[in-house]
């Protein structure tokens, strides 16, 4: 295969891999818009999630735009920033993915100390108040109220809030926060961090509640930090390959193809003017044989009239008579 194959392949590649993320990126910008429709995932995340996903989608469709009109056009005006922007996106994703694997090592640190604070380091027990700071928060506007005998007639966690505007997070806590007959066994890590003396007869604090929804939380988020981490991590790599295309198609790129170029026309050679019959200026780079045949073209005049004759060599002498 040769430079121009290569070239014309690596243009192709780019071409149908940024189509790809313009997909993606319209598929996130939708995801963003559908999480500010549910309140019990945009407000739990105080509205964070939602923006960071909508702006993440947007400079994804931004870069992907110039990536394909780049390889399109083989123009290096779309290429150039392309290359740059895909840069700086995967040095933050690097960094994004570096986070998400220290908050998975801190969960799994969590989880074999069975959430134990006080076994904890400083910067693992930052990350765990991070987790808990939204809940402790929604908990306090909600103004959460849990009917313990209804709950125990129907087999599932009733809850309500006075807060009606903060009802998705009662229903967060119907969903996640149930404690089970297994939670109210000596030794689970419910009873650990609620107590060994805790019973359904006491009040449901916020430290309680906090406590029957920490393990699912910290375990679901421990499984999506796992998978955030890897698939940033994919997509990285990806990245970076699409940078060294378009760097390759950049640097091959011998001559311009498209846009305004020089455009050379040959001039045709102008007769000079010429207003006077005996004016015989014979035209630039002419011979002679083409000088003598423009004389012979002009008409001649003779001495006696200003009316040109046609033949010269016709005069004849006038007869004298005596």
Known sequence: MGASTWRTLSRGILVFS??????????LVALGGYTISRPDLNEFADGGISGAIITCGSLILLIALLGCCGAQWDSKVFLFPYATLVVVSVIGQFVLA?????????????????????????????????????????????????????????????????????????????????????????????????????????????????????????????????????????????????????????????????????????????QPYNPHPRNYYPPAGNSNQSLQASLQAQPSYSAMSNSPSKDRSAVTARPVYG
């Open 18 to 27: 940024n189509v790809l993320f313009l997909l993606l990126g319209t598929v």
């Open 98 to 270: 570096g986070f998400m694997f220290h908050v998975h090592g801190t969960l799994v640190e969590a989880s074999k100390y069975h959430f134990d604070l006080s076994k904890l380091s400083e910067g693992d027990r930052n990350v765990l108040k991070w987790i808990n700071h939204r809940f402790e928060a929604a908990y306090n506007e909600c103004g959460l109220d849990i009917d313990l005998n209804l709950s125990v007639q129907n087999q599932a966690l009733v809850a309500t809030c006075a807060n009606q505007s903060f009802e998705w997070f009662a229903n967060f806590i119907e969903r996640n926060c149930r404690v089970s007959a297994d939670d109210l066994q000596l030794g689970s890590d419910f009873m650990r961090c609620a107590g060994a003396n805790f019973s359904l007869s006491d009040e449901l604090t916020e430290h309680t509640m906090i406590c029957a929804c920490e393990a699912r939380m910290i375990n679901f988020v421990n499984d999506q930090s796992m998978l955030i981490a890897v698939f940033v991590f994919t997509i990285a790599f990806f990245e970076i390959m699409l940078v060294l295309l378009s760097c390759y198609v950049m640097c091959t790129r011998r001559t311009r193809r498209h846009g305004y170029q020089e455009i050379r026309m040959p001039v045709k050679q102008q």
